[in-house]
T-cell receptor, first 114, second 113 residues
Framework: DADVTQTPRNRITKTGKRIMLECSQTKGHDRMYWYRQDPGLGLRLIYYSFDVKDINKGEISDGYSVSRQAQAKFSLSLESAIPNQTALYFC?????????????FGPGTRLTVT | KNQVEQSPQSLIILEGKNCTLQCNYTVSPFSNLRWYKQDTGRGPVSLTIMTFSENTKSNGRYTATLDADTKQSSLHITASQLSDSASYICVVGPTSGTYKYIFGTGTRLKVLA
């Protein structure tokens, strides 16, 4: 089984709808991240969480919210989806104890907002 | 502004040939520089990680170099294979005192038979 899983893998939704993307990990890592990837741009950080009680905004958090339900689960919500949120979304994890800061990515969720 | 720029944007080579991808960065200071491989429709997977004090790191046919003076890194792929067709992303970070990783936009490599 994959260490970092994301559901759904693909989603098409309409403008104004609420949508949740889910991420689960079996690596036992404390740190989890949500990124979005757009064509021609590098991955950009939306939110990150260093433990269950620690959630922080990234560089592009507007229009998004997150929930860290457990060490292994980190969900990303779009409260009212808009077309420019169409993108590929990745969840990632890292171990706080690793000085090299290795990040492990999930397979991604392709979201289309019409 | 912290930036990571990669070149070329795309590259086509024949199977068995070598190639070198470039990464120039303005991020400073930082903990490490990484190269990721991202297959189409998949998440990035780490190839190499170098601290700012390392000059080179190898992983099989992949060799990364880092020149902290010129703020340049390269990824050399030896004896390319069809399975090397992917995007290769240079990532610098975390920046000092922060969580932040700066991602390049990637080089899309296509290996032809």
């Amino acid at each position: 089984d994959a260490d970092v899983t994301q559901t759904p893998r693909n989603r098409i939704t309409k403008t104004g709808k609420r949508i949740m993307l889910e991420c689960s990990q079996t690596k036992g890592h404390d740190r989890m991240y949500w990124y979005r990837q757009d064509p021609g741009l590098g991955l950009r950080l939306i939110y990150y969480s260093f433990d269950v009680k620690d959630i922080n905004k990234g560089e592009i958090s507007d229009g998004y919210s997150v929930s860290r339900q457990a060490q292994a689960k980190f969900s990303l919500s779009l409260e009212s989806a808009i077309p420019n949120q169409t993108a590929l979304y990745f969840c990632a994890t890292s171990d706080a104890g690793q000085t090299a800061g290795e990040q492990y990515f999930g397979p991604g969720t392709r979201l289309t907002v019409t | 502004k912290n930036q990571v720029e990669q070149s070329p944007q795309s590259l086509i080579i024949l199977e068995g040939k070598n190639c070198t991808l470039q990464c120039n960065y303005t991020v400073s200071p930082f903990s490490n520089l990484r190269w990721y491989k991202q297959d189409t429709g998949r998440g990035p997977v780490s190839l190499t990680i170098m601290t700012f004090s390392e000059n080179t790191k190898s992983n099989g046919r992949y060799t990364a170099t880092l020149d902290a003076d010129t703020k340049q890194s390269s990824l050399h792929i030896t004896a390319s294979q069809l399975s090397d067709s992917a995007s290769y992303i240079c990532v610098v970070g975390p920046t000092s005192g922060t969580y932040k990783y700066i991602f390049g936009t990637g080089t899309r490599l296509k290996v032809l038979a």
